[in-house]
């Protein structure tokens, strides 16, 4: 854990605020593989990582409620009593959301302050946002009893998420993020809600994480637009979500919708096959398989489903010119933010540097690239 950013971000409360407070930590996550299947009630494959957010939280006598972010050295001040979204893209509404469903579900909690801070970049695809959610969730179940399960708050995350924060995510961020469990991934079913782990060692490979660093604009607006096709395409289809659906099914409307929407459908039935499928790979320890499914999300990301963008595109064709990369894709929604990369690890050192080179020289801009580790998921820090 980032001990670094645990203090700063405890002095950070203890200097405002003048009392001592409960530290929480939340991480984000990665996903190897089944993307854009959890809105579709499909499979993802999602492990939470060593970084993500440190919120420091304590209860307040004074009749409104502070939130300190750390790293933007910004403040807001509210009142329980009257909670209503900011301008969209603020940070504030990740707070005000959680609250307000809390609030929804007739639980009362008193005024506080917190302060958090990061170390995951926002638009990283990394889910910073849900880490934050999380914390915040967490925490306000810890300070005022509120007897919520972890079920019930990655659903109150979620639900802060749609109504105030505007994007209407699957539940794979809130769930990796909570429920993680160090050195396991989850093969989630979206449907259920519930995961099976998978422990995690690729032995003479590793898991690596390229930023492309960029974060394109409209994502948010993209990503409900492939929300509706995928609903609207069930409808059509007579299931209750395209996890129900086989490609056969889908061929019987094909004349009745967009070759764009087909291609949309296609992919989400193909993901969430890939996703089961990675898993048998990973039972059986075929790398090999597992990296070959992982191109392949990256193709129908890219070219189906087109959520992908040329710094990601140009990362994976990096990583295909590789030898020792077994796969790469890009990971979360989309338009930005990391590839996922499964490497040998005694080949690892030269990858990072020739792609970073590469991409440096094609886009004048840098990449970052992160070594994780997976971790627990939300818990109190002592
Ligand atoms: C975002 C959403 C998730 C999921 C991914 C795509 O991270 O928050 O619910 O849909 O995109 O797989």
């Known amino acids: 854990m980032n001990v670094a950013l645990i203090n700063t971000v405890k002095e950070s409360f203890i200097n405002k605020f003048q009392t001592e407070p409960m530290l929480i930590f939340s991480p984000g996550r990665i996903n190897i593989i089944g993307e854009h299947t959890d809105y579709n009630d499909g499979f993802v494959f999602p492990a939470a990582v060593n970084k993500g957010i440190i919120a420091a939280i304590q209860k307040s006598d004074s009749n409104t409620s502070k939130a300190f972010a750390v790293d933007k050295q910004e403040v807001v001040e509210f009142n329980l009593n009257n909670l209503k979204p900011m301008a969209q893209g603020s940070w504030q509404n990740y707070i005000l959301g959680v609250i307000a469903e809390i609030q929804n579900r007739s639980k009362t909690i008193g005024n506080f302050n917190i302060a958090f801070g990061g170390d995951i970049p926002g638009g990283a695809g990394m889910s ?19 007897d919520l399960s972890k079920h019930d708050m990655i659903l109150i995350s979620q639900k802060a998420e749609h109504n105030y924060v505007g994007v209407k995510c699957g539940i794979m961020d809130q769930y990796a993020s909570m429920f993680g469990i160090e050195n396991h991934a989850l093969l989630l079913d979206c449907r259920t809600v519930t995961s099976t782990p998978f422990e995690i060692n690729f032995k003479d490979h590793e898991l690596i994480l390229i930023n492309t660093n960029v974060k394109h604009s409209l994502s948010d607006s993209a990503y409900n637009d492939r929300r509706s096709v995928c609903e609207s395409i069930s409808e059509m289809l007579k299931v209750k979500a395209l996890r129900d659906a086989t490609e056969f099914d889908l061929q019987g409307i ?48 890219q070219n189906q489903y087109k959520v ?66 997976l971790s627990n998921g939300t818990h109190v820090i002592n």
Do not use: W
């Open 128 to 146: 910073s946002s849900a880490a934050l959610e999380n914390s915040v969730v967490y925490g306000l179940n810890e300070l005022f009893k509120l």
């Open 254 to 301: 094909k004349d009745k919708i967009t070759p764009e929407n087909y291609q949309k459908a296609l992919f989400v039935i193909q993901e969430n096959n890939r996703a089961v499928r990675a898993s048998q790979a990973m039972k059986a320890d075929d790398l090999e398989t597992l990296g070959k499914l992982i191109y392949a999300s990256h193709d129908g990301l």
């Open 308 to 373: 992908s963008c040329e710094e990601l595109d140009f990362l994976v064709e990096q990583a295909r010119l590789n030898g020792h990369v077994l796969g790469a894709r890009m990971m979360g929604g989309g338009f930005g933010g990391c590839t996922i990369n499964l490497v040998a690890k005694n080949e690892a050192e030269s990858f990072k540097a020739s792609a970073s080179k590469a991409y440096k020289e094609k886009f004048n801009k840098d990449c970052s690239i992160y070594a994780v580790e």
